[in-house]
């Protein structure tokens, strides 16, 4: 089977980009910086979110789904970038909340709440052109369990009408962010659609709207899990904690295993050449503690039959002596 490896180097700078997270990624705390308008759209998102978190039914003209991803960054902090399908938002300029509560803190209503996350993104009308609109954002957080709110309004004109209404939405969920920290496991396994080379490096205030974007390279997650005969599959994951050789580098051995079904049965159809990561081809700056150990690849589908597919993938750790097993679902159809 044909497949093409990742580089080393595209996971390794993702440890570098999430440095920065931090500072970076700044939520709300510049808003005495913006002007009189965008700060009255802010208030209106947050009031709206403070009324459904006290028990108020909220709008919903815009409905959401949110895919999260989990990746370890360089802090205590879990980075969670996530695409979030929009459905009902007008082609117009709109203002997006994203809140993110612990349900464990008793929230004081003397005080200014504090969150763990409280972000606001005006998006412009280009990208909520389509049906639904597909956006990719981000949070950070330690490990635990979630209320994340999303709340979308369609901006009002610099001189809105009296009595003008606004399409309107929100919405709620549970997230839980797993501790990627304390043994051997992986980040999310990210399935692509596109893989995107930049020219020049993001801003960091791009980074908060384009959180898949790795050092030279954009993610793009793929929008279902049908792929066409024409397409590629993509996979990328990071592989965090494994054992350490005498030389203090990871041995780790990755399988890719294509299983097929058919007539309800799962039969083995195919796999990939293993993939050995180890100080024979690891930079000799490699230092475990600080960058993740890349694993993924990218299969042409031309080969495929038409039908559903499950992508085993098994990460074996030589150094320590036990294996991981990740699994992919995805449907192959026609070109």
């Known amino acids: 089977m ?22 970076a990624l700044a939520q709300r705390g510049n808003d ?19 009324g459904v978190m006290a028990g108020t039914a909220g709008p919903t003209d815009i409905t959401f789904n949110i895919t999260p ?7 205590a902090r879990t980075f969670v970038p996530f695409s979030l399908e929009v459905t009902g938002a007008p082609a117009k300029d709109m203002a997006l ?16 709440a504090e969150y763990p996350w409280d972000d606001i993104h005006f998006v412009p009308a280009a990208q909520v052109a389509s049906s639904p609109a597909r956006l990719n954002r981000v949070f950070m957080a330690v490990p635990g ?9 369609e901006r009002a004109p610099e001189k809105p009408q009296r ?12 997230i839980t962010v797993p501790d990627l920290a304390a043994e051997f496991t992986t980040s999310s396994v990210l399935v692509t659609d596109t893989v995107n080379m930049l020219t020049a490096p993001i801003s960091p205030e791009e980074q908060r709207e384009r959180p898949f974007v790795f050092g030279a390279q954009e993610l793009i997650p793929a929008l279902d899990e049908d792929f066409k005969k024409s397409e590629e599959l993509n996979i990328f994951f990071q592989v965090y904690n494994p054992g350490l050789d005498a030389g203090g ?5 990755m399988e890719y295993n294509f299983h097929r079904t058919e007539d309800g049965e799962e039969k083995f159809f195919n796999k990939t050449n293993p993939q050995n990561i180890n100080a024979s081809n690891l930079p ?3 230092d475990p503690a600080v960058f993740p150990v890349p694993g993924g690849i990218t299969v042409p589908l031309a080969t495929f039959p038409e039908g559903d597919f499950r992508l085993e993938i098994k990460i074996i750790d030589k150094a320590a002596g036990r294996e991981l097993v990740r699994n992919v679902k995805f449907t192959v159809t026609a070109s």
């Open 284 to 286: 000799p700056q490699f």
């Open 32 to 50: 005495r910086n913006r002007n009189r308008q965008e700060r009255e759209e802010i208030e209106a998102l947050v009031k709206l979110v403070d």
């Open 145 to 153: 369990t979630y209320d994340v709110y999303l709340a979308m309004k």
């Open 97 to 112: 909340y994203v809140r993110v509560v612990d349900p464990a803190v008793e929230v004081d209503p003397k005080k200014r």
């Open 163 to 174: 009595g003008a209404t606004y399409v309107t939405g929100v919405y709620k969920t549970s």
């Open 249 to 253: 580098k990871p041995d780790l051995v």
């Open 69 to 75: 991803y989990f990746l370890k960054s360089q802090e």
């Open 2 to 23: 044909m497949e093409r490896t990742r580089g080393l180097a595209l996971t390794m700078v993702v440890a570098l980009v999430f440095g920065f997270a931090a500072e």
